[in-house]
């Protein structure tokens, strides 16, 4: 059964609580008003080239530019192709090693990009109190419905939307104390689990929650079982983010947003123990830090958007 369970994917965050005087507790996710203005792009590359900059950490993502339609891959996992203007999204593990190697290939040439990989410290976080069909469902109504959910979410991570919303930068969704830090090794009711791939904010019931980027609204659903109200975002190429155990949905699937927009209210649906946003992101089937991706993406378009592009050759 516990194997059943462990293939449900995205699981939900739970409570946000976090032991009084932890590094959680004290950190706190800005509100940002304002939406990030894009420059004028430098010209799309003619020729095989390959520029990335962003979150060189675990957990990270980065953008790179190069010839359009040229094959990216990292470590030599593909990760499709440049889009039309040479963009291409890619991300890195919590377990990554201390290198990447990022290479760029069309019409027989490759190049590469060698970056050095941040390693990061995780905390170990326990949440106690939570609903035992929540932690090991054993009702078989509750198995269906979880099969059901899960099919569901499978069907909006293949999403790969012909977008480009990270080049907008990455806001805020919520303002509110950091609860629970993205990685952090979970314990459920006394039981290890596996790391918790989302930044919980806690913040009042009915807080209005924005879109980061623009993009597309590939799921949107009041009632899952784990993760209760549940938003899904693709900002383009399959880069998802994610908005848990929320008490209002503004939107529906299909849906285009805009930076800033609001897209439904906090609340403590699914498995969770107090109002919070659970805020998650995944990159074609990797896991991602969204706090991390504020920073990278404002590095990537510092230097993709303002500089010519440099190749290096393998």
């Keep these: 059964m516990r194997a059943l369970i462990a293939a449900f994917l995205l699981a939900a965050c739970a409570a946000p609580e976090a ?65 039309t203007q040479g963009w291409a999204v890619v991300g890195f593990l919590r377990e990554h090693g201390p290198q990447a190697r990022i290479e760029a290939a069309a019409n027989g040439s490759t190049v590469v990009q060698a970056v050095d990989i941040a390693d990061r410290a995780f905390d170990i976080q326990r949440v106690n109190g939570l609903p035992p069909q929540t932690v090991n469902p054993t009702d078989p109504e509750v198995i269906a419905r979880i099969q059901r959910d899960t099919a569901l ?42 790391p918790h791939y989302g930044v919980d904010i806690a913040a009042p019931a009915g807080t209005p929650i924005r879109a980061p980027a623009s993009g597309t609204v590939v799921l949107a659903n009041p009632d899952m079982h784990f993760e209760g109200g549940l938003v899904f975002i693709d900002h383009g190429q399959g880069l998802i983010t994610m908005y848990l155990h929320m008490s209002r949905l503004d939107v529906a699937p299909g849906d285009s947003v805009t930076q800033g927009q609001v897209i439904g209210a906090v609340g403590a649906t699914g498995r969770a123990t107090g109002p919070h946003l659970c805020w998650r992101m995944r990159f074609r089937g990797r896991q991602l830090d969204p706090t991390v991706a504020i920073d990278g993406l404002a590095a990537a378009r510092a230097a993709l958007l303002a500089q010519p592009n440099a190749s290096q050759s393998d």
Excluded: M, Y
């Design 153 to 194: 979410k499978q069907n909006a991570f293949g999403s790969t939307a012909p977008l480009e919303g990270w080049l907008d930068g990455f806001i805020w969704p919520v303002e509110g104390p950091i609860s629970g830090r993205w990685g952090n090794q979970r314990i459920l009711n006394g039981e290890p689990r596996d």
């Design 19 to 83: 032991p009084a005087g932890s590094e959680a507790s004290a950190a706190t996710a800005p509100f940002v008003d304002e939406v990030a203005a894009t420059p004028a792009f430098p010209p799309t590359p003619a020729t095989l080239t390959l520029t990335c900059a962003g979150a060189f950490t675990q957990g990270g993502v980065a953008l790179c530019r190069t010839l359009p339609g040229a094959d990216i891959s990292v470590d030599g996992v593909a990760f499709g192709a440049a889009d």
